[in-house]
């Protein structure tokens, strides 16, 4: 039971270079999530997506592109790199129960989350 | 909007002690409650759930009621241990008419000591 999994786990980047941080889910979920993790600061969602090819802002979108090509994945890019971007992410992805009524909400599953330094 | 408001930690106690972290929320429609636990250097795991009022979530030996009444959701456990050394998150899920919505509050780091 795979569930969510992000690579890479860490990574060490330099201020200006690019890289994309890949989560997959096995779970054939519709939503899924990023959020990135600071110190005292608890989650902050920074895009997500409710189906293959859309997304949507979060709270803390700004320096960062996601893509949903895919179902079962869903892409972190930063295209210039900034100390302040020195963080964890954590992807995440749920089941929506669409409209119907008698079915409640459904939690988030979590990735172990990748440890990302900018210098 | 939605909103969790939990208890600021950090919290600390003995080996054996009870636990309570207190969680409040506000929701305009009927929310899904739920506990995560985060261990050092791991995601969350989801610990418990409630789906409506006056169910119980309970796992591991942690228990939350959701009371409708008091908007709140407290976790508790009547005899912490060691390993039970954790940041726990409150959360909600709502849905409306544009998709699901998820809240998490702050997180409340819990640290046992043997």
């Known amino acids: 039971n795979a569930g969510v999994t992000q690579t890479p786990k860490f990574r060490v980047l330099k201020t200006g270079q690019s890289m994309t941080l890949l989560c997959a889910q096995d779970?054939?979920?519709?939503?899924m999530y990023w959020y990135r993790q600071d110190p005292g600061m608890g989650l902050r969602l920074i895009h997500y997506?409710?189906?293959?090819?859309?997304?949507a802002k979060g709270e803390v979108p700004d320096g960062y592109n996601v893509s949903r090509l895919k179902k079962q994945n869903f892409l972190l890019g930063l295209e210039s790199a900034a100390p302040s971007q020195t963080s964890v992410y954590f992807c995440?992805?749920?089941?929506?129960?669409?409209?119907?009524?008698?079915?409640?909400?459904?939690?988030?599953?979590f990735g172990d989350g990748t440890r990302l330094s900018i210098l | 909007g939605n909103s969790v408001t939990q208890m600021e930690g950090p919290v600390t106690l003995s080996e054996e002690a009870f636990l309570t972290i207190n969680c409040t929320y506000t929701?305009?429609?009927?929310?899904?409650l739920f506990w995560y636990v985060q261990y050092p250097g791991e995601g969350l795991q989801l610990l418990l759930k409630?789906?409506?009022?006056?169910d119980k979530g309970s796992n591991k030996g942690f228990e939350a009621t959701y009371r409708k009444e008091t908007t709140s959701f407290h976790l508790e456990k009547g005899s912490v241990q060691v390993s039970d050394s954790a940041v726990y998150f409150c959360?909600?899920?709502?849905?409306?008419?544009?998709?699901?919505?998820?809240?998490f509050g702050p997180g409340t780091r819990l640290s046992v000591l043997p």
């Open positions: 997506s409710v189906g293959e090819g859309t997304t």
């Open positions: 929701a305009t429609g009927y929310p899904s």
């Open positions: 959360a909600l899920s709502d849905r409306d008419n544009y998709g699901q919505n998820f809240v």
């Open positions: 779970m054939n979920h519709e939503y």
């Open positions: 995440a992805s749920s089941y929506d129960r669409g409209a119907r009524p008698f079915y409640s909400n459904q939690p988030q599953h």
């Open positions: 409630a789906t409506k009022a006056d």
